[in-house]
Nanobody
């Protein structure tokens, strides 16, 4: 069982930066692929980025490539999302997720955090 808690959301102006963090409790954090998803009102939850258990491989959605960076620290059971050059269309609730393999879809992520709001003003 893994519990995930996100932090770091907030309100930022367009062009600004935010850093989201997700802390995991429970065992075997270092065997899970970790991911960040986001969901804006009226839209489906979409995958923003994923990172492999060792941190050696990552995936980014085209919409955030070059602006967002995912990283993890297996010694601290944390995964971070550094977001730069933020745009109003990045506004959403951001969720941390853990699963057995990388995929840009809600499946196969078994564990989810409660979400943190990111609002980018124009």
């Amino acid at each position: 069982q893994v519990q995930l808690v996100e932090s770091g959301g907030g309100l930022v102006q367009a062009g600004g930066s935010l850093r989201l963090s997700c802390t995991a409790s429970g065992r075997f954090f270092n065997i899970y692929t970790m991911a960040w998803f986001r969901q804006a009102p009226g839209l489906e939850r979409e995958c923003v980025a994923t990172i492999s258990p060792t941190g050696g491989a990552s995936y980014y959605a085209d919409s955030v490539k070059g602006r967002f960076t995912i990283s993890r620290d297996n010694t601290k059971n944390t995964v971070n999302l550094e977001m730069n050059s933020l745009k109003p269309e990045d506004t959403a609730v951001y969720y941390c997720a853990a699963g057995p393999y990388s995929a840009p879809t809600v499946r196969p992520y078994n564990y989810w955090g409660q979400g943190t709001q990111v609002t980018v003003s124009s």
